[in-house]
Every structure is written in structure tokens, then in C-alpha cells.
């Protein structure tokens, strides 16, 4: 093969990560060369396996630093970027990694000549009071202003083998005796499965929809915060009571949980900011056919794969039996 005949290459900053790793498997699938940006290629090598010899390879990539951006992003003919944080931690801030890093890595892709697929999520928004979700609404501007053709992916919480919500109440019902029920559990999320998300992100890296939108990506069910409580208990085999838990008294939780070093809190308070907002596909998204849906995916139900991997949290594990809930 000559290079006049190789195959696109794309770029996938975060390709290590959670929904990352995912993009890296549906684009190796359909044949791109692929290379990986992260902060510690040493510890992404796990990713070679997904594709064929020499397809995946890797760059040393801080969001925070942009000569190494404008280093992976050159000769690509597309870049995803996948990087998102959950919380704050040292230098790695909302502001630094959500808002400054988006920016330059549409101004690399667009100096690059590439097309550039941006993951965000619903409830991104300037003018919210969660930096989280403002520093993600100031990024799709900045993006926009910078790459008018940019595709951003909006998903809801995205569940599969290593996400950071299901498996978190699931493993906090195995180790307390009880679950908080934040602001009454009224919040409503859409989860969607990962390997649905990566599909449309591969989607738009094949140039199947229309650039320059927003979409948002929800899985087949709507449920409230309890619900999602409650499934995790049936899918664990396990009773537990709901607390009740004020947003205020939440918020000092996640305050005091926030503030203890080298430790990965377990709430924040700028999660449960959060969490006073629903998170589900806006009307206007699926009037548009901006959806899942509309880019002709089915998605993946929630019920199908929560036993795959919450399953270990069961009092006996896979081989908890059918019977009394512990």
C-alpha cells in the first residue's frame, strides 16, 4: 500500500478513557488509522489488540499544553476528542481541560485542515451554575466560532463495564447500609450504552451526518434518579433503604469530600449542582431527528446490560442465586 492509498488517519484525543476506548474499537473496525493522544501512551498500549498490526498508534498529549495537540493532531484527516473530567483535580480543571483544551484542539484541527467531532454532554450550558456544565456550554461556542462544520456529540450518562455511575451506587450498596437519595431522586436521566455513543461518534468520522450540529444521544429510557437506584438493587440482589438527602446537605458532602487530597471524591458539589437539572434529549433534538434514533442507530437497553457487569456487586457475585435479596 502506498501512501497516496492509506487509509484516513483520525486522531482520538482521550482514546484511552472510558468512551474513548470504545471510539477506538468502532473506527478499527472500519479500517482508519488511528492514533491515540494521551497524557501517558504507556499506559494505552492495552488499545493495540483493537485493531491490526501498525493501525493504532499513540501520542503524547496534554490538553493543557498546546504545542503537544498541535503535534498529535498534525496529518490527520479527523480528530475526536473525547477528554472530559468529572471532577477537578491539581492542575487539571474544568477551565483548563473542558474549555481551554476544546479550543485548542479545534484550532490544531482546523490549522491541520481536519474535520473535528467533539464529545460534550446534555445539560452543557455558559450560564449554568455547575462548572462542569458551563466550562462544556463555553467550549461548543468556542468551538463553533472556530470550526463552523465541528460535530458535537451531547450524551446523557453513559453506562457499560466501566462507568463512573452505576457502578458507583452499586458498589456504595454493597458497602453501606443505605443509599442517599439526592434532592428526593426526582432528577431524570436518558442513560445510553457506550458502544452506542461510539458508534455515532464513528459515524460522523464516516462523514454520514450533517456537520456543523448538535446531537444528543439518550438511550431508550427515560428514569428518574430513584429508578436508577432501584434497578441497581434488583440487578444486585440487594435491599437497601433511601435516605433522603437535601441538595444543601449534598452540596457540604460533596464540599468536604472534594477537599480531602490524593483521595477521588465520591460526590462534589458542583455534581450535585448537577443533578438539580434533568438530563434527557431536548424535544427540539428529536424534532430535528438529532438523536440516535435519527441517525438510524436503535439503542441498546439498559436491562440487557447491567447484569454483564454489576453483577460482581451481588452478595455471592455471579454465582448469587435468584432468591432472597441481601
Known amino acids: 500500500m502506498t501512501l497516496s492509498n492509506l487509509p484516513p488517519l483520525v486522531t482520538v484525543f482521550g482514546g484511552s478513557g472510558f468512551v474513548g476506548r470504545h471510539v477506538v474499537r468502532a473506527l478499527a473496525r472500519r479500517g482508519y488509522r488511528i492514533r491515540v493522544a494521551v497524557r501517558r501512551p504507556d499506559l494505552a498500549f492495552h488499545l493495540q489488540?483493537?485493531?491490526n498490526v501498525g493501525q493504532i498508534s499513540f501520542s503524547q498529549a496534554n490538553l493543557r499544553y498546546r504545542a503537544s495537540i498541535d503535534a498529535a493532531v498534525q496529518g490527520a484527516d479527523h480528530v475526536v476528542n473525547c477528554v472530559g473530567i468529572l471532577f477537578e483535580s491539581g492542575r487539571n480543571s474544568f477551565d483548563a481541560v473542558q474549555d481551554f483544551g476544546a479550543r485548542a484542539v479545534a484550532e490544531a484541527a482546523r490549522a491541520a485542515g481536519a474535520k473535528l467531532t467533539h464529545v460534550s454532554a446534555i445539560g452543557a450550558d455558559a450560564k449554568s451554575s455547575s462548572t462542569y456544565a458551563s466550562t462544556k456550554g463555553k467550549a461548543e461556542a468556542a468551538i463553533f466560532s472556530i470550526m463552523p462544520d465541528a460535530v458535537i456529540m451531547r450524551p446523557s450518562i453513559i453506562f457499560g463495564q466501566e462507568d463512573g455511575f452505576f457502578n458507583k451506587f452499586a458498589g456504595m450498596a454493597q458497602n453501606l447500609p443505605f443509599l442517599p437519595l439526592?434532592?428526593?431522586?426526582?432528577?431524570?436521566?436518558?442513560?445510553?450504552?457506550?458502544?452506542?455513543?461510539?458508534?455515532?461518534?464513528?459515524?460522523?468520522?464516516?462523514?454520514?451526518?450533517?456537520r456543523g450540529k448538535i446531537y444528543e444521544l439518550g438511550g431508550k429510557e427515560v428514569l428518574t434518579f430513584r429508578q436508577c437506584l432501584e434497578t441497581i438493587l434488583e440487578v444486585i440482589n440487594r435491599k437497601r433503604p433511601f435516605v433522603p438527602m437535601p441538595f444543601a446537605i449534598a452540596s457540604l458532602i460533596g464540599s468536604i469530600s472534594s477537599s480531602i487530597p490524593f483521595v477521588k471524591p465520591a460526590l462534589t458539589s458542583d455534581q450535585v449542582k448537577l443533578l438539580k437539572v434533568d438530563n434527557v434529549v431536548s424535544d427540539a433534538a428529536k424534532a430535528e431527528g438529532r438523536t440516535l434514533e435519527g441517525m438510524g442507530i436503535n439503542p441498546v437497553a439498559l436491562a440487557s446490560i447491567l447484569p454483564t457487569y454489576l453483577v460482581r456487586y451481588r452478595p455471592h457475585g455471579q454465582f448469587n442465586g435468584a432468591g432472597k435479596a441481601a
Do not use: M
Open 182 to 210: 439526592i434532592g428526593g431522586g426526582k432528577t431524570r436521566f436518558q442513560p445510553v450504552h457506550v458502544e452506542d455513543v461510539a458508534e455515532a461518534i464513528a459515524r460522523s468520522v464516516d462523514g454520514k451526518l450533517a
Open 49 to 51: 489488540p483493537l485493531g
